[in-house]
Nanobody, 119 residues
Framework: QVQLAESGGGLVQAGDSLRLSCAAS????????MGWFRQAPGKERGLVAR????????YYLDSVKDRFTISRDKSENTLYLQMNSLKFEDTAVYYC????????????WGQGTQVTVSS
């Protein structure tokens, strides 16, 4: 079994930066893709960014392009999300997730970390 644990959330002002981390532990960890999702109050959870574990290729939601950067440390089994120029609308619970396949199915999820951006 794989456990994912996010950290790094908090309360910041608009324009500030935060770096989220997601540490994976448990059985041998070889994801195909890892992603960051977010869920704002009253909204569905949606994909923010994802990275292919083997080669680092990335995808971003249009609204976070040029502001957020997803990365991973394969040696530490850790996923990151650098968030710059934060906006009020980035306020949400952020989750990391791991997919073992090349589909959109994510098999493991973290517990989430709250990011609150004050305007």
């Amino acid at each position: 079994q794989v456990q994912l644990a996010e950290s790094g959330g908090g309360l910041v002002q608009a324009g500030d930066s935060l770096r989220l981390s997601c540490a994976a532990s448990g059985r041998t960890f070889r994801p195909y893709v890892m992603g960051w999702f977010r869920q704002a109050p009253g909204k569905e959870r949606g994909l923010v960014a994802r990275i292919r574990w083997v080669d680092g290729s990335t995808y971003y939601l249009d609204s976070v392009k040029d502001r957020f950067t997803i990365s991973r440390d394969k040696s530490e089994n850790t996923l990151y999300l650098q968030m710059n120029s934060l906006k009020f609308e980035d306020t949400a619970v952020y989750y990391c997730a791991a997919s073992l396949s090349g589909t959109d199915v994510y098999h493991y999820w973290g517990q989430g970390t709250q990011v609150t951006v004050s305007s």
